[in-house]
């Protein structure tokens, strides 16, 4: 029997025993089934491939050659920078974990990728076209960022503050030293002896967070010693020092200006509130340019340290997480893109041009030799995967809204897309997909099933929604049924749905009759029911907070809980297959 629970975009396969595959020779479907990347390599379980991208949430340039680097889910983006209005792309890194920051080094042309779970991978972009992977240390806790400084990789570990790996020898890291910071280790800066490292926590245990700036000698990078260290109000989580300041990042409390002309006695000398939530600086000249998170780039005039203010602003469509400056532009990683900031006058940025990514992927349905992602804001993602090493994306559709779940039936794709309803994607071509239909269902369309002339939408507190669909091109609805809670999730068996209904747990409906159905039967499970699959006499539900639920529907009047299996994080999707 095959538990799929959870989703992140990785391809593995199972030797022998109990286990998994994820793309399996003659199934038919596969719902939401992703594997969680870390912590699988062991036993009989094999990494095979990949195709990782997803949002974007770290960019650096190759300021000589014009290459911008963008961090994008499990992997790299390379893209031509030329011209800014019209980004190309030129190449790709698939790494072992999410990236989450990037270090570049113009001088060795080499990419330092801190990628959570993946550790800290280094990689040689000389080609940029065909990068080579050189090393990778792997790091028990999770990297959140990196700064290279010499033979020396800094590496601010979430859980065990910094990490100083000796890089020499590409090919084979290795920790020399480590100090251990209070709280959660967030950013990294490196000038002359010292190591700025910013970190977050509730250090004074009184449900409040704060931040805090720890200045370390790293002159002997077997043994980093602490020089001081300055309180910030919120959590900070980004740094850049130029000159005697450091540049903070707070959180809600903005940008803070920190004086560090003496290590062992660093205090705070000015600060700027910025519109939202500040996560990551740049400081080019006299301006810091912040990523305010949904409120998107800010702009600050630092020339007199003790009282900045801000310029201008710049709202970017998405999450404004990480900044890179050179020249007259901003690169923002904003999460669904790559943004090109015109910032030559600072009072007016201005949008230069951007490069949209892939989101994160929510569901999925393997068909013969493709993969057909349900991609949130990106819509339909068409996946080839012919060569599981090695999966290429094919083509991808834009839905209206955020698509949640898909399933193919013949050369149609129905995407359950939010509060769009059900869109249907001629997918004959699957290199030229193409809305051909589409019903817009009351509330949030998460879930869809397809059973003959029929989509079953799982439309949260809509209910289930049953959808004629035999002529595609005007779908419209044959009947519904009002759940007790948020319907998630839904499998049709014989004459049943099964739907997944938040914290209305499992229940069953009668379907014989589209236009008139009822419920006939529910389990109220313990947590908060997210999906559901039915073999046999059994529907196994993927109860979020708590466990898989394997319930008894022989009698779908009278169902009841017969085993589960607590699960070690969140349960969001289920998959059957074999025993």
């Known amino acids: 029997m095959i538990w799929l629970i959870f989703v992140t975009p990785y391809i593995w396969e199972v030797s022998g025993g109990r286990g998994f595959r994820f793309v399996e020779e003659n199934t038919s479907w596969v719902k939401r089934s992703f594997v969680s990347l870390s912590g699988f390599d062991s036993l009989n379980v094999t990494f095979v491939g990949n195709w990782p991208f997803g949002p974007s949430y770290a960019v650096t340039v190759d300021t000589t050659r014009n290459l911008i680097f963008l961090g994008s889910g499990g992997g790299v983006y390379v893209l031509d920078g030329d011209n800014p209005e019209s980004l190309l792309y030129v190449g790709e890194m698939r790494t072992r974990g999410v990236v989450s920051a990037l270090f570049y080094d113009e001088n060795t042309e080499r990419l330092y990728i801190a990628d959570g779970p993946g550790g800290l991978e280094i990689w040689d972009v000389s080609n940029p076209a065909a990068p080579q992977k050189m090393g990778r240390y792997f790091i028990q806790g999770y990297p959140n960022n990196v700064f290279v400084s010499g033979n020396y990789a800094y590496v601010t570990d979430a859980y065990s503050g910094l990490r100083i790996i000796d890089i020499s020898n590409p090919s084979s890291p290795y920790e020399v030293g480590y100090y251990h910071t209070p709280g959660y280790a967030m950013d990294v800066f490196i000038w002359g002896n010292y190591a700025c490292v910013v970190v977050g926590d509730d250090f004074d245990n009184d449900g409040v967070y704060e931040g805090r700036v720890y200045i370390i000698n790293v002159s002997t990078p077997s043994s980093p010693q602490e020089e001081g260290y300055c309180d910030t109000p919120n959590w900070a989580y980004g740094v850049f020092v130029s000159g005697n300041y450091a540049y903070v990042a707070d959180g809600s409390s903005g940008l803070r200006i920190i004086d560090i002309s003496t290590p ?71 999460y669904h893109s790559l943004r090109v900031i015109d910032i030559s006058t600072p009072s007016s940025p201005y949008e230069a041009g951007y490069y949209n990514t892939p989101d994160c992927a929510w569901g999925v349905f393997v068909f013969g030799n493709y993969a057909y992602v349900a991609d949130r804001k990106a819509g339909l993602m068409i996946i080839d995967i012919s060569d599981p090493s090695s999966p290429q994306k094919v083509s991808c559709c834009d839905t209206p809204d955020n698509a949640y779940d898909v399933v193919v039936s013949g050369t149609y794709a129905y995407i359950a897309d939010g509060n769009s309803g059900i869109r249907i994607i001629d997918i004959s071509d699957p290199s030229s997909p193409a809305e051909v239909g589409y019903y817009d269902t009351p509330d949030m369309a998460y879930g869809v099933f397809v059973s003959g002339d029929y989509a079953y939408v799982a439309d949260s507190w809509g209910g289930l929604r049953i ?10 609805e044959s009947g519904y049924y009002n759940t007790l809670g948020s319907a998630e999730g839904v499998f049709v068996s014989g004459n049943y749905a099964y739907v997944a209904d938040g914290w209305g747990g499992l229940r069953i409906i009668d379907i014989s009759d589209p236009s008139s159905p009822y419920e006939v039967g529910y389990y109220d499970s313990l947590g908060y029911a997210y999906d559901v699959f039915v073999s046999g006499n059994y529907a196994y539900v993927a109860d979020r907070d708590s466990e898989l639920s394997v319930i008894d529907i022989t009698d779908p009047s009278f169902p009841y809980q017969t085993g589960f299996c607590n699960t070690p994080g969140s349960a969001y999707a289920v998959f059957v297959s074999d025993n």
């Not at 949904?294 to 310029?311: A, K, Q, R």
């Not at 959808?467 to 419209?476: A, G, L």
């Open 264 to 334: 062992s006695s660093p205090y705070e000398v000015g600060y700027c509130d910025t519109l939202v939530w500040a996560l990551g600086v740049y400081v080019s000249g006299n301006y810091a340019f912040v990523v305010d998170y949904f409120g998107g780039l800010s702009v600050i005039d630092i020339s007199e340290p003790s009282s900045p203010f801000m310029v201008g602003d710049f709202d970017t469509p998405g999450y404004a997480l990480d900044v890179f400056v050179f020249g007259n532009y901003a690169f923002v990683a904003d």
């Open 467 to 476: 959808i004629d669909i035999s002529d595609v091109s005007s779908p419209s």
